[in-house]
C-alpha cells in the first residue's frame, strides 16, 4: 500500500472533487468469477448469496477444480459453471464461462477469491463514475479469526462472526510506524493487492489482481475509496480453517505467520458489512 500512497491519495482527491455522473440511460450488469477446490456447500452458499441478493451481481460463475458443483446449488441460483482439471488459476474460464445470459460490452466483470466480499458502502460508487474508467479497483483489508475450530464454527454467518479487522489509514484510523514493529510482522501486516473490476469490451487479458485493457480502451483506472467500497478479506475462517488451507495451497508459513498475528487484525470492531448496499447501475 505504502508504495502507491501519493498516487492512491491522488486519485481519491479527484474523484471527490469531480461532479462527474453515470447517464441515467446507461445500461450495464455485474458479473462475478471465482475458482473453488473442495470447498464446503456451507461456504460456498454464504458467498453466493451474498453476490446475488445484497450486492445484486446478475449472475455468478464458479470455476470448479476436479469435481463438479453440487448439482442441487447451481440449479438453486443458476449458476454459471465450468469443472476444470489444474488447480492453477486460470481465469480465461470466466470469459467462456456466463452462456444465459451472456455479457456484454458495456457490463462489468469482477473476479474474486471466496474468502472476499465487497463491503458497498455507498451503493453509486462505481455507477457515478461509470462513463469515465475501465477499471475499478478495490483495497483489500483483512479481518482476524474469533473461533479456533471450524466445529465452532458450524451454522454460523463469518460475516456476522468475523467481524474485527485491521485498522486502516485510508479509513482515518491511526497507525503508529511502530506497531508494525511490535507484531513482528516481517511483511505480513501489509495490505495486499486487491482485486478490481473491468468493463468487459475492454478486456485483453484477466489476472488476479489487475487486468489489463485492450487497445481499443482508455485504461483508466479508478482506486475506489474505501469508505465507499472496500474488499473485506477473511482470510482466517477459524485458526483451524487457516491451517487447512495453508496446507492445501502450499502456504503453510504464510498462514501460521497470519494466526500468530491475528491480535493485529483484530484491532478494530467493524461490522459494517451486515449491512452493506446493493450495487447500483442507473437501469432504467
Given at each position: 500500500?505504502?508504495?502507491?500512497?501519493?498516487?492512491?491519495?491522488?486519485?481519491?482527491?479527484?474523484v471527490n472533487n469531480t461532479n462527474t455522473t453515470?447517464?441515467?440511460?446507461?445500461?450495464?450488469?455485474?458479473?462475478?468469477?471465482?475458482?473453488?477446490?473442495?470447498?464446503?456447500?456451507?461456504?460456498?452458499?454464504?458467498?453466493?448469496?451474498?453476490?446475488?441478493?445484497?450486492?445484486?451481481?446478475?449472475?455468478?460463475?464458479?470455476?470448479?477444480?476436479?469435481?463438479?458443483?453440487?448439482?442441487?446449488?447451481?440449479?438453486?441460483?443458476?449458476?454459471?459453471?465450468?469443472?476444470?482439471?489444474?488447480?492453477?488459476q486460470e481465469w480465461k474460464y470466466c470469459l467462456?464461462?456466463?452462456?444465459?445470459?451472456?455479457?456484454?460490452?458495456?457490463?462489468?466483470?469482477?473476479?474474486?477469491?471466496?474468502?472476499?466480499?465487497?463491503?458497498?458502502?455507498?451503493?453509486?460508487?462505481?455507477?457515478?463514475?461509470?462513463?469515465?474508467?475501465?477499471?475499478?479497483?478495490?483495497?483489500?483489508?483483512?479481518?482476524?479469526?474469533?473461533?479456533?475450530?471450524?466445529?465452532?464454527?458450524?451454522?454460523?454467518?463469518?460475516?456476522?462472526?468475523?467481524?474485527?479487522?485491521?485498522?486502516?489509514?485510508?479509513?482515518?484510523?491511526?497507525?503508529?510506524?511502530?506497531?508494525?514493529?511490535?507484531?513482528?510482522?516481517?511483511?505480513?501486516?501489509?495490505?495486499?493487492?486487491?482485486?478490481?473490476?473491468?468493463?468487459?469490451?475492454?478486456?485483453?487479458?484477466?489476472?488476479?489482481?489487475?487486468?489489463?485493457?485492450?487497445?481499443?480502451?482508455?485504461?483508466?483506472?479508478?482506486?475506489?475509496?474505501?469508505?465507499?467500497v472496500r474488499l473485506n478479506h477473511y482470510c482466517?475462517?477459524?485458526?483451524?480453517?487457516?491451517?487447512?488451507?495453508?496446507?492445501?495451497?502450499?502456504?503453510?508459513?504464510?498462514?501460521?505467520?497470519?494466526?500468530?498475528?491475528?491480535?493485529?487484525?483484530?484491532?478494530?470492531?467493524?461490522?459494517?458489512?451486515?449491512?452493506?448496499?446493493?450495487?447500483?447501475?442507473?437501469?432504467?
Open positions: 500500500m505504502a508504495n502507491r500512497t501519493n498516487t492512491l491519495t491522488t486519485l481519491i482527491h479527484d453515470a447517464s441515467r440511460h446507461t445500461h450495464f450488469d455485474y458479473y462475478i468469477c471465482t475458482q473453488v477446490w473442495n470447498e464446503t456447500n456451507e461456504h460456498l452458499i454464504e458467498w453466493i448469496e451474498y453476490q446475488i441478493f445484497r450486492l445484486g451481481f446478475r449472475n455468478v460463475c464458479v470455476i470448479s477444480v476436479e469435481e463438479p458443483l453440487d448439482k442441487a446449488i447451481v440449479t438453486r441460483y443458476r449458476l454459471a459453471t465450468i469443472t476444470k482439471a489444474e488447480r492453477a467462456e464461462c456466463f452462456t444465459d445470459p451472456p455479457m456484454k460490452p458495456q457490463d462489468l466483470l469482477m473476479l474474486q477469491d471466496i474468502d472476499e466480499f465487497l463491503n458497498v458502502q455507498r451503493s453509486d460508487a462505481i455507477a457515478a463514475h461509470y462513463d469515465a474508467y475501465d477499471l475499478f479497483h478495490f483495497t483489500d483489508l483483512r479481518y482476524g479469526y474469533v473461533y479456533e475450530t471450524d466445529k465452532e464454527m458450524e451454522n454460523k454467518s463469518l460475516l456476522e462472526t468475523n467481524v474485527y479487522r485491521r485498522a486502516d489509514y485510508y479509513l482515518g484510523e491511526y497507525m503508529h510506524p511502530q506497531l508494525t514493529e511490535l507484531f513482528e510482522c516481517n511483511g505480513s501486516c501489509a495490505t495486499t493487492n486487491g482485486k478490481e473490476m473491468i468493463r468487459v469490451g475492454a478486456i485483453e487479458q484477466l489476472g488476479t489482481h489487475f487486468h489489463t485493457v485492450n487497445n481499443r480502451s482508455s485504461g483508466k483506472r479508478l482506486y475506489i475509496d474505501m469508505k465507499d482466517m475462517r477459524t485458526r483451524e480453517n487457516s491451517l487447512t488451507a495453508g496446507g492445501k495451497w502450499d502456504k503453510n508459513g504464510y498462514k501460521q505467520d497470519l494466526i500468530r498475528l491475528n491480535n493485529f487484525f483484530k484491532a478494530v470492531y467493524d461490522p459494517s458489512i451486515v449491512y452493506a448496499k446493493k450495487l447500483s447501475t442507473y437501469r432504467n
